[in-house]
């Protein structure tokens, strides 16, 4: 039997070698799966207004105010008061900004100015949870040690109270965010679900949405994130549905979902992904 010749048995090996090895990505697959931001900021929290400016809250506890060009306009940099929590954009030149940490209000103006501030535990609300405005330019606030809903003026007048949250079979209420528009009151909270009142503080409804991250109503729909799905209700039908999103959105390590008629918000820790909803 011939033998075949070292040279050529090296070769084959070599080939072989060569045959079995994963072929390296191409560097344009590669930058395709990178994500690309249209604000590139760290992000605690976001809301468009009725124009879709953006306030978003930073990680350095600023509340940044971006115009539709996406430039920086106005901000307001916090350095004596705790974590921000979130902002009510209800009045432009008197924007909410409620300070979980504290039981504070904060009001500024339309450049992001302070006009004024309310500490809540000076009048006796020692553990609020969240805030917001109301219909009538006064401010809803939830005491949890209190367990009830009560609406202020921004003196901290009390103008009325709902019952006690176990009154409605609602026990170990927490609401971390609320919402007034159009004489409905929402509130949403991780374990209980999101809670419908009306405009006086009387109890509606509860809709089945636990583990929610954010809430956005407009008086006739909310929407809620839960960190996979994206939920929206219609009060008259009030039966949760699951809605579709931006598949790009997918990339990246999301916190949370925002939208306006016009357009879809991707919040994630290192950015905001901006993408058109027409």
Known sequence: MAKMPVLSVFALIICLSNACKTPTPAVEEVVQNEKHYDLSL???????????????????????????????????????????????????????????????????????????????????????????RSNDDKIWIFDRAMRKLIKIDELGNKILESSVFEDYGVENAAPFKMIEAENSLVLADKNQGILLFDNLGQYSKKFQITNAVDLQFNGKVLYTYDGKSL????????????????????????????????????????????????
Do not use: H
């Open 231 to 278: 939920k929206m209700v219609k009060l008259n039908f009030a039966i949760p549905t699951t809605i579709g999103f931006p598949i790009e959105f997918r990339i990246g390590n999301l916190q949370n979902i925002k939208l306006t008629p016009e357009n879809w918000y991707g919040i994630y820790p290192e950015g905001v992904e901006i993408m058109s909803r027409n």
């Open 42 to 132: 760290k992000v605690r929290d976001l809301e468009p207004d009725k124009l879709n400016n953006l306030y978003i809250i930073t990680e350095s506890n600023k509340i940044q105010n971006f115009d539709t060009n996406l430039e920086l306009k106005y901000e307001f940099s916090n350095k004596r008061y705790g974590n921000l929590t979130n902002l009510d954009l209800r009045d432009p030149l008197r924007i909410l900004v409620f300070i979980d940490d504290f039981d504070q209000l904060l009001f500024l103006d339309n450049t992001l100015s302070l006009i004024g501030e309310l500490r809540l535990s000076d009048l006796g609300y020692t553990d609020v949870t969240a805030a917001c």
